[in-house]
């Protein structure tokens, strides 16, 4: 089982820098990557500068481009669907994972992963991460909390419960 | 609340309404007889809706678009109530950009898996796909509806919130300048606080999974798993997909907020059937998609009024 881990450790680091690489390598269209497919729905985007010269914007005396502040002039990132292919050596060979991606405001609204894995054991560590890097919820209950109303369908159609009541009684006589 | 707000409560299209009125000085500028005028000015108009459109009524407007129906089937014009042509023209749009799959047209399918006026829950007969829309109805300037066929309309998708703004709109006439109106978990909030909503744990209704802070804003939330019943060998819930005729079970809950009542829950059942993005190019809304899984995702995330109780 230790070997597993460390295997699994591995796996998983190797898959999640790929996948940062794939993100970081996306809106810069103008750089020729060699590690796989871009398909985006928008335009070339590279990093805005600013028009005007703003005092809120430091500049580093010892380099002239000025340093941009995220969220001084709007998103970094053009709003849009992308998705990248990206490779990586794995001791069964070659692998690849394709990530899509839905952004808005700089925001990951949604994504989408697709393992390509060929190899049994990369094909398995593909799976894992695939299973485990969205957000989860969890409940917190009611009562312990300061709210004005719930949206929820606890309010069912009235005659609805009733139905369901008498169904279930049906089905135990 | 606080202790000066006013609150009423009554049933109508098969849910609890709750209003609550935050104006301090709405009890003290009024008599007790207008208040009761309000009170029965609010509930005759959902009253009247419901005539109008519900499914669950045979002599509804809605139930009776048919046909001329003699040795051949002939067309019949109907006026569309004045109400109405909001509706027909969201849903159109919606029918639209879903491809057929939010359409007005499923009241056979609805009553067919058992979702009938009596909630027998029972299926009766094989689903059968609802037409094509445009073989159905024709429109004529907004005014006029003109029936080819035969097929049962169904509003239940766009209808609740629709009906929560109209009673807003009453509200505001009366110069009350802030409440809430709730009808089933559906909601519109008008005043100056930051009202709190928690939005509700489908799997276990004493929870919450987030709190969300709006103001001037609706919220309407749609969740797959409490009506649902079975049918053949599968779990229906209310929302059906007419080409597949199934349900999704893949997603357990909706929400979404927007400036009206009316998309927020058009948006609710469109969700199921078309990506947001495609939406947003007509709407403006903010939504949240909670899976089976437990995992989120929509554009609220990104929303700093919202707060979720995350599994770290």
Known sequence: MKNNNLLKGISTVMIVGIVIAAVILIPKKTENTDTGNEVATTSTNTIPTPTNSSSTIPKNPDNPEPIIPVGAIGPIYKDGSYSATGSYQSPEGTESIGVSLVLKNDVVITSTVVGNATGGISQRYQGIFIDNYKQYVIGKEISTLSLNKVSGSSLTPIGFNNAVRTIRAKAKS | ?312
């Open chain 2, 1 to 312: 609340m606080n202790k000066n707000s006013f609150q009423f409560t009554w049933n109508a299209i098969g849910t609890t309404w709750v209003i609550d009125i935050f104006d301090s000085n709405f009890i003290r500028v009024r008599s007790e007889e207008e208040i009761i005028l309000l009170i029965e000015k609010i509930k005759n108009r959902v009253e009247l809706f419901e005539q109008t459109y519900s499914r669950f009524r045979e002599n509804s407007w809605l139930s009776q678009l048919k046909p001329k129906i003699s040795e051949i089937l002939e067309s019949a014009a109907y006026t569309i109530p004045s109400d109405g042509k909001i509706l027909f023209d969201l849903y159109q749009t919606l029918y639209t950009l879903t491809n057929g799959k939010m359409t007005p047209l499923m009241g056979q399918v609805l009553v067919d898996a058992g979702y009938d006026e009596k909630y027998s829950l029972i299926q009766k007969k094989e689903l059968i796909s609802p037409p094509e829309l445009k073989n159905i109805a024709e429109f004529q300037d907004k005014e006029t509806i003109i029936i080819k066929g035969i097929a049962k309309f169904d509003f239940g998708a766009i209808g609740k919130g629709y009906l929560i703004d109209i009673v807003c709109e009453i509200l505001r006439e009366e110069e009350i300048s802030s409440f809430c109106v709730d009808a089933g978990g559906d909601m519109h909030y008008q005043g100056e606080n930051e009202f709190k909503i928690g939005l509700e744990n489908p799997i276990d209704t004493s929870k919450v999974i987030g709190i969300v802070s709006l103001k001037n804003k609706s919220i309407a939330g749609s969740a797959g798993n409490r009506r649902v019943w079975d049918i053949s060998s599968q779990k229906i819930n209310h929302i059906i997909n007419p080409l597949l005729l199934t349900s999704d079970t893949n997603i357990l809950a909706i929400w979404v907020i927007a400036e009206t009542t009316t998309i927020a829950d058009a948006m609710t059942t469109a969700l199921y059937f078309t990506s947001a993005e495609i939406l947003e190019n007509h709407f403006e809304f903010e939504y949240l998609i909670l899976k089976k899984d437990m995992s989120v995702e929509g554009s609220l995330l990104k929303n700093q009024a919202l707060e979720l109780y995350k599994l770290v």
